[in-house]
């Protein structure tokens, strides 16, 4: 949807530019005037007119910042508050703080609460504190589709894909393939998957994968799909046990989900793997710390982080050094993740 179809702020260099059908730096460059930069004067009068008419107003913050950076780069979830209990969260932004740190830069938190709306997260973006953004969140979270709108900040998806954001995430359906054909060679051929209610765009991906797997080995039929609240596992539990023929093996979208159903099945006396056999994904938790070696997928989130960070520094670059050649920036770059044998299967 156009910025023009809906009532999503102050205008933008984006919408003068698509106003002239100029692109969004050239006009970035003529209203502050860009050192160096060389425009025809009658393109310059013509985006100076389409700024008074549209009623474009300049963020004097933010016009500043452009001649110096901040060396701050900011982090936003669009899942609730920053929980540093949250294991996949910590890694996450421990491994950007690491690849920050290589480079020297500082990371702001941001997160959506109760009391704060899009308006007051885009507002904070907008004041030239941050040079750029990762982003942790869902496709159709409208911060995000504010900013691929609008263009007017450097910003990188990480772990989640979300369209027209440079987005850097793991191989979920590699991962999720290689965790079938593990389980398969174990004899399991009633498999079933646990996912949350919350489509993240990698769950999308792992749940494709799977169903696409066990389609290929003639076996869909024997592949049921459990929904659950986040890390609730006891509904799934009960469901699979009212079952006439329960799954053998059941899949989990992430480690966190799989470790709670190995609990909900100790305390209903179901042994693990004898009884069901269990996986997950992300190779987050620390074998050290947790009752069993989990059958999971890895994944390299320093590595991740040090990608996406890449990434970000390119757009940086661009666009304060515009006369610089950058590197290119990919609209999804997919990692590698490894499989991670364990007791649970």
């Known amino acids: 949807m156009r910025r023009s179809e809906r009532n999503t702020g102050a205008v933008t260099a984006k919408d003068i530019g698509n106003a ?11 209203l502050t005037g860009a050192a160096g930069y060389r425009v025809a004067e009658d393109t ?23 001649r110096r950076r901040t060396n701050i780069v900011g982090f936003y979830t669009g899942y609730g508050y920053v929980d540093a209990r949250n294991a996949f969260l910590a890694a996450i932004i421990g491994s950007i703080q690491q690849a920050a740190s290589r480079r020297r830069v500082d990371v702001l938190l941001h997160s959506m609460s109760r009391d704060t709306s899009t ?13 750029g953004l990762f982003l942790h969140t869902h496709v159709g979270d409208p911060l995000a589709e504010r900013l691929a709108e609008s263009d007017a900040l450097p910003v990188v998806a990480i772990a989640d894909a979300l369209p027209g954001i440079p987005s850097v995430v793991c191989d979920d359906e590699s991962g999720t393939r290689a965790l079938i054909a593990h389980l398969w060679e174990r004899g399991h051929r009633r498999i079933g998957y646990v996912y949350p209610r919350t489509r993240f765009a990698s769950v999308e991906r792992r749940i494709g994968a799977f169903l696409t797997e066990m389609r290929e080995r003639g076996t869909e039929s024997e592949a049921p799909l459990f ?35 190995i609990r909900e099945c100790g305390q209903a006396g179901i042994r ?11 190779g987050l938790m620390d074998p050290k710390l947790t009752p069993c070696r989990l059958l999971t997928v890895a994944a390299n989130w320093n590595v991740i982080a040090e990608q996406a960070m890449e990434q970000l520094f390119a757009q940086i670059e661009s666009r304060f050094c515009p006369e610089e050649e950058s590197s290119p920036v990919s609209p999804v770059t997919t990692l590698p993740v490894q499989l991670v044998e364990g007791d649970t299967a």
């Open 20 to 30: 002239l059908g100029l692109s969004q730096p050239t006009v970035s460059r003529i």
């Open 44 to 66: 310059r009068v013509r985006v100076m007119q389409a700024a008074a008419q549209m009623g474009y107003r300049p963020n004097a913050v933010a016009r500043s910042l452009r």
């Open 119 to 131: 308006d007051d997260i885009y507002g904070e973006l907008m004041d030239g504190r941050v040079d």
């Open 227 to 261: 929904a659950i609240d986040i890390e609730d596992t006891l509904p799934a539990l009960a469901e699979i046990r009212a079952m006439p023929n329960p799954p053998t093996a059941v899949c989990c979208w992430n480690d966190l989900t799989a470790y709670d159903l």
């Open 272 to 282: 693990v793997p004898g009884g069901l056999a269990i996986a997950g994904f992300d």
